[in-house]
């Protein structure tokens, strides 16, 4: 049984408002989703830092999260319990810190990649694919030495044999 429905989206926003991080698990045009950010992104940084976490927006629920100078934004069905919503967001920054070792602003924004590689491996569709953090980190792990294997044996074959071929 899934730990909650689907999650609509996910955003990661500095305090500044700009945007580190977007997943999306539905479709809406580009147009729609930077209409989408641009107004809870307004929304959330013009909340005071004692409010709820929750709020009710269009037919949504949008459950966020201040960790540092980043924002940890998903929008779920208005059915779906937001503390499952918020354990989400909270297992995700543990992912993150464990992968990055105490992960900043920096971090996301240098390697997108991989933050949003840890996304994938712990999201499937908008829904909780792996509870534990050790399974994901394994995985992320076995991808990393396979890139480093696949980039390592590029450099490893003689000069000779590296001409391309057009």
């Known amino acids: 049984?899934?730990?909650?429905?689907?999650?609509?989206?996910?955003?990661?926003?500095?305090?500044?408002?700009?945007?580190?991080?977007?997943?999306?698990?539905?479709?809406?045009?580009?147009?729609?989703?930077?209409?989408i950010t641009r107004e809870l992104v307004q929304t959330v940084l013009a909340r005071k830092p004692k409010m709820c976490s929750f709020l009710e927006w269009r037919d949504l629920k949008i459950v966020y999260k201040r960790y540092a100078s980043l924002y940890f934004c998903?929008?779920?069905?208005?059915?779906?319990?937001?503390?499952?919503?918020?354990?989400i967001i909270?297992?995700?920054?543990?992912?993150?810190?464990?992968?990055?070792?105490?992960?900043?602003?920096?971090?996301?924004?240098?390697?997108?990649?991989?933050?949003?590689?840890?996304?994938?491996?712990f999201l499937l569709g908008g829904e909780v694919q792996e509870t534990s953090k050790k399974n994901v980190l394994k995985a992320i792990e076995q991808a990393d030495l396979l890139q480093e294997t696949n980039h390592c044996s590029l450099y490893a074959v003689p000069a000779q044999k590296q001409k391309l071929i057009f």
């Open 1 to 35: 049984m899934p730990l909650g429905r689907q999650m609509q989206f996910m955003l990661l926003f500095s305090r500044q408002g700009k945007l580190r991080l977007q997943k999306w698990y539905v479709p809406l045009s580009d147009k729609e989703k930077k209409k």
């Open 74 to 87: 998903c929008a779920v069905e208005d059915q779906d319990n937001e503390l499952i919503t918020l354990e």
């Open 90 to 121: 909270h297992r995700y920054v543990e992912l993150l810190d464990k992968y990055f070792g105490s992960v900043c602003e920096l971090d996301i924004i240098f390697n997108f990649e991989k933050a949003y590689f840890i996304l994938d491996e």
